[in-house]
């Protein structure tokens, strides 16, 4: 079992950041975040592995977010540009040791844990 503990969010206005901060009982070989807005599916926003510290980002977010891990910490921190109003959700931690390759890391059968969840809200 893998807890996870999620720090970060709040509410913010368009073109402020955000960094949020997951915190593992252990290392994984992946962990990611995913975020749920209102009426929505769950979505993948980004994603790095232990080892090599490959990253993986979500059309949406790139340029605008950085993934990164200290693996000292088991913590994965997601740091969040420029925020538009279209990001507001609830940002969701995971953390996975199954599969591997781009195709598990961007979804959410890759993740055998989840965080409880972290509200980002972004005001126009």
């Known amino acids: 079992q893998v807890q996870l503990v999620e720090s970060g969010g709040g509410l913010v206005q368009a073109g402020d950041s955000l960094r949020l901060s997951c915190a593992a009982s252990?290392?994984?070989?992946?962990m990611g975040w995913f975020r749920q807005a209102p009426g929505k599916e769950r979505e993948f926003v980004a994603a790095?592995?232990?080892?090599?510290?490959?990253?993986y980002y979500a059309d949406s977010v790139k340029g605008r977010f950085t993934i990164s891990r200290d693996n000292a910490k088991n913590t994965v921190y997601l740091q969040m540009n420029s925020l538009k109003p279209e990001d507001t959700a609830v940002y969701y931690c995971?953390?996975?040791?199954?599969?591997?390759?781009?195709?598990?890391?961007?979804?959410?059968?890759?993740?055998?844990?989840w965080g409880q969840g972290t509200q980002v809200t972004v005001s126009s």
């Open positions: 790095i592995t232990s080892s090599a510290g490959s990253t």
């Open positions: 995971a953390a996975g040791d199954k599969g591997s390759g781009s195709y598990y890391y961007r979804r959410a059968i890759g993740y055998a844990y």
């Open positions: 252990r290392r994984t070989v992946v």
